[in-house]
């Protein structure tokens, strides 16, 4: 758990924010919006100062009378303006999501004119901006595409401009618990290489922006609670509480999708199609009508071109459909007679979660004669994309749930992992 929510909750400064915050202050001028006290009420830093590098020396282990966070304020900060132009520039630009946000243009600039920033909000994006640029270039997408599925949802009954504003909020606060653990665990950041150490760290930073969403600020408790959910699936199989179905709120679902929508986008030369596959792959995992947007946009999305010919694409599913069967054959022996605790829960998990992906498949299509045509080939790309990095999820799903392990039962665990991608180009 980071440092800041150790017993006294916010009362000590994080490392990691208060790092990312000094660094911001070598460009933007953040101050002291009031004169910081230690827990006796020893004065650190006046009011009105600016910050500096001197400010670390003397928060080091100091509990604090106020959350550090709520006695800064960054003067020339985030503002709903950058905030829509930001979109502006994303709806504009020949990226990957542009053919979605085109769609709901209007809706998309009048909700991030109208997000409210609550001062530790502001100071947090703002340190971000200047000090982790992809991870706020990742909150403002998020924020985007979180606003469009709203809108895309509620405009067939006419659209709801407060829903809007309320999940291009959560969007946009979504990942703000990053800040709160090292930089090298930042999911933005991270890309592919998001190993089992860094997924044990970064677990935890939905559980860290709830907190500081309800400590800190006055926003509303569905943001709190949907940003505490983004990484939870309908199914069970998400993070960090494995909540299934109507345990997770309808914001938390929406944010969840827009995530592993985004996440999808990560991947080299990924277009739209790769994020609606994305949220359909394995079925029972999101909700299907939030996936319905990007299908459609993706539809009209035409790659320059294809990474493989129609018989190739066909020779790797055919692989790649083996490699899912042979890591369901496989993850029995991979255990020993005696299985631990921790060991028979990641190999229940594992068999869970391939059983999915072979449903998913099946469902597809993908495998029947003629099944891939010119039309077809952009999406099956995506569906062979999606099967093989989720199989390399399982993996780390698998290692998460085991928890601490002997080394004999370490060895067995890596045994069973490798079993799951051993035929996974």
């Known amino acids: ?212 969403l309800t400590q800190l600020t006055d926003y509303p408790k569905d943001i709190a609670r949907a940003v505490a959910e983004h990484h939870e699936h309908l199914d069970g199989s998400g993070y960090p509480h494995r909540l299934q179905g109507d345990q997770i709120s309808p914001l938390g679902r929406l944010l969840a999708a827009t995530e592993m929508a985004l996440a999808a986008l990560r991947q080299p030369g990924a277009n739209l199609h790769h994020a609606s596959v994305a949220l359909r792959v394995v079925p029972g995992e999101f909700d299907e009508h939030l996936a319905g947007p990007l299908a459609a946009a993706a539809r009209i999305v035409t790659p320059l071109v294809t990474r493989q010919s129609t018989e190739d694409l066909l020779h790797h599913m055919a692989q790649l459909d083996l490699a899912l069967q042979g890591a369901l054959n496989r993850l029995d022996t991979a255990l020993p007679a005696d299985p631990s605790p921790g060991l028979q829960r990641a190999a229940d998990l594992s068999r869970y979660l391939l059983h999915k992906l072979r449903q998913g498949w099946n469902e597809s299509g993908l495998w029947s004669p003629g099944a891939i045509g010119v039309d077809q080939i952009a999406e099956a790309e995506a569906v062979q994309d999606a099967l093989r990095a989720r199989l390399h999820t399982i993996e780390r799903m698998a290692r998460l749930s085991a928890g601490e392990l002997s080394a004999d039962d370490e060895d067995a665990l890596d045994q069973l992992c490798r079993s799951l991608t051993a035929d996974v180009n």
């Open 1 to 212: 758990m980071s440092p800041a929510l150790t017993d006294g909750g916010f009362q000590t400064a994080n490392p990691h924010a208060l790092a990312i915050i000094l660094e911001a202050s070598e460009t933007r001028s953040i101050i002291a919006a009031r004169d910081i006290l230690d827990i006796h009420g020893m004065k650190l830093w006046a009011r009105d100062q600016p910050v500096s590098r001197e400010l670390q020396r003397k928060l080091m282990d100091r509990a604090l009378q106020q959350p550090l966070e709520t006695c800064l304020i960054a003067e020339d900060g985030v503002t709903a303006e950058a905030l829509r132009l930001a979109v502006r520039q994303l709806i504009e630009e020949e990226g990957p999501l542009a053919p979605l946000l085109r769609q709901h243009a209007a809706a998309l600039q009048q909700g991030a004119e109208a997000v409210r920033l609550h001062p530790v909000a502001q100071l947090l994006l703002s340190a971000s901006q200047s000090a982790r640029p992809k991870a706020f270039g990742h909150a403002v997408e998020a924020m985007a595409v979180a606003g469009a599925l709203m809108h895309a949802q509620t405009q067939t009954r006419g659209a709801d401009a407060r829903l809007i504003v309320l999940a291009m909020t959560a969007g946009l606060l979504h990942d703000i618990g990053e800040m709160y653990i090292a930089p090298e665990f930042g999911e933005a950041d991270a890309g592919k290489a998001l190993d089992v150490a860094t997924y044990r760290q970064l677990v935890v930073h939905p559980h860290i922006g709830q907190l500081l």
